[in-house]
């Protein structure tokens, strides 16, 4: 719960009070802008929350433990040396042209999944997706850890693209 709070805070203050022109800026033409980065966190929010609710769908496998740590989880979703490509149903394409916009969607997406957090008795340890993916290492409990840290690896980002030279004062 904290690191969820945490990470809804983090992106909230690295959004507020842009200018378009900073929401827009991109480093480089093969990187993301701020608001690209911001909507790919909006959308992944989604996307991750729905593959816990099917992986809950699952038979539960009591027995079966995580092929990784939690520690190991959280620093490998924070790691900005290796780049990831982002699944097509999280690619921004510009649905929220401002800040403010972003900033609501993205809000009551994590009230969503904070709620669900807050009240759930599910036995997330025992569920896996049995998708076949290397996603299914991480039990349902670690994808909801993953949420707070995909949210701050992209922090992160926006951060880089802040302190480019070129960023807009």
């Known amino acids: 719960m ?8 983090l992106l909230l203050d690295a959004i507020a009070g842009l200018s ?20 790919h966190v ?13 992986m809950l769908k699952m038979p539960a496998t009591p027995g079966k433990k995580s092929e990784i740590s939690d520690d190991e989880l959280m620093k490998g ?20 042209g401002t800040p403010t916009k972003l900033a609501e969607y993205f809000k009551a997406r994590r009230e969503r999944t904070l709620d669900y957090v807050r009240t759930t008795q599910d036995a997330l340890r025992s569920h896996f997706s049995g998708s076949g993916t290397p996603a299914d290492a991480f039990d349902a409990y670690q994808w909801l850890l ?14 880089e693209v802040k302190a480019d030279p070129g960023y807009p004062k």
């Open 2 to 9: 904290s690191h969820l709070h945490a990470t809804r805070k």
């Open 42 to 54: 909006a959308l992944s929010e989604d996307f991750m929350f729905e593959r816990v609710q099917r």
């Open 146 to 159: 993953q949420i707070a840290g995909h949210t701050e690896r992209h922090v992160l980002q926006i951060n």
């Open 20 to 39: 378009p022109a900073q929401w827009k800026f991109k480093p480089a033409p093969d990187r993301w802008s701020i608001a690209e980065c911001a909507e």
């Open 77 to 96: 979703s924070v790691d900005r040396s290796q780049k990831a490509k982002a699944a097509g149903a999280t690619q921004p394409t510009g649905r929220w």
